[in-house]
């Protein structure tokens, strides 16, 4: 069997066991978005081994979607770290055999603090499931291991459940893309959607030619700027490095003596420096255009290009 051939087989197992999971889902997934949801606490996320790498996984994408949440492994739990959990938190502990020992140690101390447990297990008759409020059933046919040893299609249910739960919180709460740029500010999308236009325009040198410019100043003039257009006045109207081109191209005997109000567009598009970088990436791909001017108190005071948008 070639390595692409165990490839498949591993992608159709995977698959079988998602949509397996799938059919397992009942009222205590709705109960465990709610218990969430109406807690003034944390979610708190637990597990040993494996299961602790999917569990810090569902964790970032928890905290980064709305819900506050903090990873705890059990063994640290055990010896002290319990003191940070509340009892307004709740408690989602892993285990996909719902035995694991160093997570059902913690039971006894989460009954008595009054904390929602929520068990994700594969096995609903576990110790876990049945100390559980919540019991998020991940129980898969069959492992993609050919020895079923190694935890393969159990962690990729484990965390698809995982999203399944993060998706539904996100729905719930209406996350928007602004909230979560405001917890990435330093992705591209966070960039776009905080970044003010007046944070990224180029303001310096900028392109001015009046109305009268012969061709020779609106010549010299872009080229300076380093834009690949100039502003008539104060953005009466524009000219780019396409618009001088198609005009040698049409009126190559005249070009020279025409002047910027001859050949400028009018009327360009502007856009607030207060705007938003999302809202001048919005316009310019509406309007086809690569390039908008600035205005602050009806006056032009920059430029923004659409290479200034994906640095």
């Known amino acids: 069997m070639s390595a692409i051939d165990i490839a498949c087989r591993v992608f159709d197992i995977e698959a079988e066991a998602l949509h397996s999971v799938k059919q397992l889902l009942n009222s205590d997934f709705e109960k465990s978005v709610a218990a969430i949801l109406n807690t003034s606490g944390r979610l708190v996320i637990c597990g040993m081994g494996k299961s602790g790498l999917i569990g810090k996984k569902i964790m970032a994408t928890l905290a980064s979607t709305g819900t506050p949440c903090f990873f705890m492994h059990p063994g640290e739990a055990f010896h002290g770290d319990l003191g940070m959990v509340s009892p307004e938190d709740v408690f989602l502990a892993i285990s996909n055999s719902g035995e694991t ?22 096995r609903p008759e576990s110790t876990l499931a049945k100390n559980a409020e919540c019991h998020l059933n991940i129980a898969v046919p069959q492992e993609a291991c050919p020895h079923q040893l190694a935890p393969t299609s159990s962690t990729t249910a484990t965390l698809v459940m995982g999203d399944a739960l993060a998706v539904a919180l996100m729905e719930a709460r209406h996350f928007q893309p602004q909230d979560f740029a405001r917890f990435h500010p330093g992705g591209s999308l966070g960039r776009k959607l905080l970044t003010r236009v007046k944070h990224e325009m180029k303001t310096e ?3 001015f030619v009046s109305a009268e410019s012969n061709m020779k ?15 008539v006045n104060n953005g009466e109207g524009i000219i780019t490095d396409g618009d001088l081109r198609r005009q040698m191209e049409e009126s190559p005997e005249t ?5 910027a109000a001859d050949i400028m567009k009018r009327a360009p598009k502007t856009i607030d420096a207060e705007a938003r970088l999302s809202d001048a990436e919005d316009m310019m791909t509406q309007q086809k255009i690569t390039s908008l001017l600035v205005s602050e108190q009806n006056r032009i005071v920059g430029v923004i290009q659409i290479y200034d948008l994906n640095r």
């Not at 913690?106 to 904390?115: M, R, S, T, V, Y």
């Not at 100043?217 to 502003?231: A, S, Y």
């Not at 070009?255 to 002047?259: C, P, S």
């Open 205 to 207: 040198n900028l392109p």
């Open 255 to 259: 070009f020279m003596q025409k002047t």
């Open 217 to 231: 100043d609106v010549i010299h003039t872009m080229t300076d700027g380093r834009l690949g257009l100039c502003i």
């Open 101 to 122: 020992d160093e997570v059902i140690k913690l039971i006894p101390f989460l009954k008595d603090n009054g904390n929602i447990i929520i068990a994700m297990t594969g």
